[in-house]
Nanobody, 123 residues
């Protein structure tokens, strides 16, 4: 299974930007999909953004939708075996532990997880 290690979290102010990185032990094109989840205190883990092997991106409505400018962007650098999450215009409600995760095949759930990185947005 691919090993995933997140980094880049920290304490920022509302409106700031932050980029998270997820270093994989193998090509990010190996799994069917790879993505970012987050879990805030007292809340369930939720998908933030994902990208499939063929490049299809999915975002949570809270970070990107057709009515507002996208605040988050998922991307990857396969030469570095790294997945990124660029986060702009951060809000206090973005505060959470952010996890990188992968799913090997289309019919499987996300079953390969990193250890998480804390993002805290202060007002």
């Amino acid at each position: 299974q691919v090993q995933l290690v997140e980094s880049g979290g920290g304490l920022v102010q509302s409106g700031d930007s932050l980029t998270l990185s997820c270093e994989a032990s193998e090509s990010t094109y190996g799994p069917y999909a790879i993505g970012w989840f987050r879990q805030a205190p007292q809340k369930e883990r939720e998908l933030v953004a994902s990208i499939t092997r063929d490049g299809r991106r999915t975002y949570a409505d809270a970070v990107a939708n057709r009515f507002t400018i996208s605040r988050f962007t998922i991307s990857r650098d396969n030469g570095k075996k790294t997945l990124y999450l660029q986060m702009n215009s951060l809000k206090t409600e973005d505060t959470a532990v952010y996890y990188c995760a992968a799913r090997g095949i289309m019919s499987s759930p996300y079953n390969n997880w990193g250890q998480g990185t804390q993002v805290t947005v202060s007002s």
